[in-house]
């Protein structure tokens, strides 16, 4: 492999990346200890525990726009009523609306 010649150094460059990014995946991943799932479902009950915060009046509001499937003004309100992130806010409305489901 001659370096001086762009295709080789290009390609060398290219697999080193890929090299790095998947170590650094592995170790991100070893570093915290729990799976992708196990992140998401502690994520999803931290937003429900937020939501459960909320006056019963407000999650009754938010649990009416869920039940007719108006799931982006849910979400709006639960942002302006908890302070939460859209992420958060979002978690919040998909725990309930499988609580309302289940």
């Known amino acids: ?7 080789d150094f290009w390609l060398l460059l290219a697999a ?3 090299f790095a990014f998947i170590l ?9 200890g729990e799976t992708r799932v196990e ?3 502690r994520e999803a009950a931290d937003a429900l525990a937020q939501f459960n915060a909320l006056t019963p009046d407000k ?9 007719n499937n108006r799931i982006i003004d849910a979400i709006k309100r639960v942002r ?4 939460m992130g ?6 919040a409305v998909d ?8």
């Open 86 to 91: 859209l992420k958060e806010s979002k978690d």
């Open 16 to 18: 080193a990346i890929g």
């Open 59 to 67: 999650q009754s509001e938010i649990d009416a726009l869920v039940a």
């Open 95 to 102: 725990a309930r609306r499988r609580a309302l489901k289940g």
């Open 1 to 7: 492999m001659d370096l001086s010649d762009p295709k």
């Open 24 to 32: 650094g995946r592995a170790m991100r991943a070893r570093d915290t």
């Open 80 to 83: 302006e009523e908890s302070g």
């Open 39 to 41: 992140r998401r479902q």
